[in-house]
């Protein structure tokens, strides 16, 4: 991708120690349709935005693809019109698919007579619906693929979640891009008995996931753990980030973190969207929000500021990560005074 400077730079919280210093590389700038509300995910592989969101009947859109390319069309796809009888949809992740298309984990509400239903849905770059996978009694939390189109979940099971004597089993689950499982990964005794490892954090954050051509990167927010496997399942490494995200926050004299966003990159880096609160000493503002990186290896960590301004009720800007290139660049959605645009960025 051709890089355009971006006209103006973000104010640098001088407040912030760690922040006094950092210097804007030039950034790439991408003027996008607008998202709305719906959660976004960058789509490395194809340059391009995928949202999703809640959708009730009579409500159009659960799912947005847009690319950062004019020249392409908005997508936006209503899951309920190919189910007859449902009357809610809850994406809760997606991710790309092989030829541009999308991969949607997804429940659906149908009557109270009717059991949820818990569903893998493969729909092309225009939106058409082309595959239905029914992972019941797997409940994912978090999806992700890699390029021959198998798709792996970060997931419980329904039938034995928090069930003292119930079998052990695999939370991270390959399926091929038929749906048929592969293999299972990650036993769900390596989590206390009552946690979902998928589960969303406020205050750790979202669990996130990423495929890379020899390993497999987890995290689980609910514990604040990596997990690093090899393609096989093997588990390789396994470490807390609890005292480095403690440590960055104490250097920025603040006593409360909240992890908002976060993503690997294709060497196993961590990057995280946080929000610092208050703050243990008189002159920084009560609120912030940064950019952070955590090194694999070392767990050093490296920051930036990502902006947040309202006046009022109004939010005039809203900066925050979305995801990260395989080379460790950094993309954000910007939504400022209700123009949206893509950035990216190294830091």
Same mark, same amino acid.
């Given at each position: 991708?051709?890089?355009?400077?971006?006209?103006?730079?973000?104010?640098?919280?001088?407040?912030?120690?760690?922040?006094?210093?950092?210097?804007?590389?030039?950034?790439?700038?991408?003027?996008?349709?607008?998202?709305?509300?719906?959660?976004?995910?960058?789509?490395?592989?194809?340059?391009?935005?995928?949202?999703?969101?809640?959708?009730?009947?009579?409500?159009?859109?659960?799912?947005?693809?847009?690319?950062?390319?004019?020249?392409?069309?908005?997508?936006?796809?209503?899951?309920?019109?190919?189910?007859?009888?449902?009357?809610?949809?809850?994406?809760?992740?997606?991710?790309?698919?092989?030829?541009?298309?999308?991969?949607?984990?997804?429940?659906?509400?149908?009557?109270?007579?009717? *059991?949820?239903?818990?569903?893998?849905?493969? &729909? #092309? !770059?225009? /939106? $058409?619906?082309?595959?239905?996978?029914?992972? =019941?009694?797997?409940?994912?939390?978090?999806?992700?693929?890699?390029?021959?189109?198998?798709?792996?979940?970060?997931?419980?099971?329904?039938?034995?979640?928090?069930?003292?004597?119930? *079998?052990?089993?695999?939370?991270?689950?390959? &399926? #091929? !891009?038929? /749906? $048929?499982?592969?293999?299972?990964?990650?036993? =769900?005794?390596?989590?206390?008995?009552?946690?979902?490892?998928?589960?969303?954090?406020?205050?750790?954050?979202?669990?996130?996931?990423?495929?890379?051509?020899?390993?497999?990167?987890?995290?689980?927010?609910?514990?604040?753990?990596?997990?690093?496997?090899?393609?096989?399942?093997?588990?390789?490494?396994?470490?807390?980030?609890?005292?480095?995200?403690?440590?960055?926050?104490?250097?920025?004299?603040?006593?409360?973190?909240?992890?908002?966003?976060?993503?690997?990159?294709?060497?196993?880096?961590?990057?995280?969207?946080?929000?610092?609160?208050?703050?243990?000493?008189?002159?920084?503002?009560?609120?912030?929000?940064?950019?952070?990186?955590?090194?694999?290896?070392?767990?050093?960590?490296?920051?930036?500021?990502?902006?947040?301004?309202?006046?009022?009720?109004?939010?005039?800007?809203?900066?925050?990560?979305?995801?990260?290139?395989?080379?460790?660049?950094?993309?954000?959605?910007?939504?400022?005074?209700?123009?949206?645009?893509?950035?990216?960025?190294?830091?």
């Amino acid at each position: 991708m051709k890089l355009h400077n971006v006209v103006g730079l973000f104010c640098v919280l001088s407040a912030l120690p760690g922040l006094a210093g950092a210097v804007d590389h030039p950034i790439a700038s991408y003027p996008i349709d607008p998202t709305g509300n719906m959660m976004p995910k960058w789509d490395d592989s194809n340059h391009r935005v995928l949202s999703y969101q809640q959708q009730k009947a009579g409500e159009q859109v659960a799912v947005q693809i847009t690319s950062i390319n004019a020249a392409e069309p908005t997508v936006k796809i209503n899951i309920l019109k190919d189910f007859p009888g449902a009357v809610e949809a809850f994406p809760v992740d997606i991710a790309s698919g092989v030829g541009r298309s999308v991969v949607v984990a997804c429940r659906l509400r149908y009557s109270k007579a009717v *059991p949820l239903k818990v569903l893998i849905l493969t &729909y #092309d !770059s225009a /939106g $058409k619906l082309m595959k239905i996978w029914d992972i =019941a009694p797997y409940d994912p939390g978090i999806i992700s693929t890699d390029g021959d189109g198998n798709v792996y979940t970060l997931a419980v099971r329904s039938d034995v979640f928090n069930k003292a004597r119930g *079998p052990d089993y695999g939370t991270l689950v390959e &399926y #091929d !891009s038929d /749906g $048929k499982m592969v293999r299972e990964m990650l036993p =769900a005794s390596l989590f206390p008995l009552d946690v979902d490892p998928a589960a969303y954090s406020g205050r750790t954050g979202p669990p996130f996931l990423k495929v890379s051509q020899d390993k497999i990167y987890v995290y689980a927010a609910i514990v604040s753990e990596v997990f690093v496997l090899d393609r096989s399942g093997n588990l390789l490494k396994r470490y807390t980030t609890n005292d480095p995200i403690r440590d960055l926050a104490a250097g920025n004299h603040y006593a409360s973190r909240e992890m908002i966003a976060g993503a690997f990159d294709g060497g196993g880096n961590l990057y995280f969207d946080m929000g610092l609160r208050e703050p243990v000493t008189k002159g920084p503002p009560n609120a912030v929000r940064i950019g952070a990186k955590l090194t694999a290896e070392s767990l050093q960590s490296s920051q930036w500021p990502n902006p947040w301004e309202a006046a009022g009720r109004e939010v005039v800007l809203d900066k925050r990560m979305i995801g990260v290139t395989a080379d460790g660049s950094v993309v954000s959605l910007v939504r400022e005074r209700g123009d949206f645009r893509v950035e990216i960025a190294t830091h």
